[in-house]
Each structure stands twice: as structure tokens, then as C-alpha cells.
């Protein structure tokens, strides 16, 4: 249980509907099935409008893309745990400050640390900001200063890893 990420690559196409029994017939109708005959669906958050940088919805329909890259972010509180100390090591906030005036700080990680913690979906150009500050060798090692000690690094390269996958003409969804 907890907070799963997806990082679509290359996506050739996504459609919005309203039902999740549309889009699991939609699916089928374009062939768009995953491995175990279902349809990649994806939930666009309402409270963050323009994140998942498509129109329409609530349902995402997510179709044929070049690769799929999953990573479990932890448990509800283990990643809120870590999403507050990557803004307290990156922005120098707790991610209460965040929430309250996202607006006020001008740093990519802003996308992350004040999006959901439950579902939704952020697209290419968030998820390759966001991709960036996980490959940058000065954030990690702040991170990493800021916790104490680096036992999160597997976290940190599975988040690098699935936001490069949506950065690449994809998405991540949150589910």
C-alpha cells in the first residue's frame, strides 16, 4: 500500500472522458490495452489545473507509448516525510509554506513538493523540470545533507528515473 508513480514514455496519444467504463470500451476500441487487457487510465487531479497539461477529463486515457517505468514513492506518510524534506532542503521551507503560496517560490521542485499526494498526473514539461532537479548532482547531495544520511538514494534514483520517462513525451501519473 502507499503512493505509486508511473513515467510514461513517448505517448502517442491520450483521450479524456468523464466514465471509467468508457474508457475501458474506448480503450479496446483503439487497441490501447496494457498487458493484462485493461486500459492505462489516469485521474487528473481538479486541484492542480493545468498539471497534467491536457484539456477535458476527469479520466485520462493513456495510449500506446515506448516504455512504462514504476516506482513505489513509499507510504502515504514516508513520502510526505520525504516530499517536506526536500522542501526544506531545496526551498528552505517546511511544504506547509508551500501549500499555502506555491506562487511565492520560483524553484522546479515546486511541482512536486506542492502537487497531491494521492493522484493525479503531471505532463512532459513539469515532469522534465522536475526530472532535472533529481539529476542534479548539488540537489541530491543537499537533500542528502538536509536528511542525515543518504538510505533514501534508492527513492531518489527511482523518482529521477520515472520523471525523465515523462519528461520524454509522456506523463507520470500517481496512483
Partial sequence: MGLDLT???QVAATLTTV????????A???GWVNEWGEADTAYINPHYPGYAEVDGGPLLIIGPCSDKV???????GGYNRRRNQISVALL???AEAVWAD????????VSLVNFSDCEG?????????IAGVFADPRAMEKFFAAVGDDRDRGWWDDMRRVFEAGA???????H
Fill in 7 to 9: 513515467g510514461y514514455r
Fill in 19 to 26: 466514465d471509467w467504463e468508457d474508457a475501458e470500451a474506448i
Fill in 28 to 30: 479496446a476500441d483503439r
Fill in 70 to 76: 514504476r516506482a513505489h514513492a513509499g507510504s502515504y
Fill in 92 to 94: 528552505g521551507v517546511e
Fill in 102 to 109: 506555491a506562487d511565492k517560490f520560483d524553484h522546479p521542485i
Fill in 121 to 129: 498526473v503531471i505532463g512532459p514539461k513539469r515532469c522534465a523540470a
Fill in 168 to 174: 520524454d513525451g509522456g506523463l507520470v501519473s500517481f
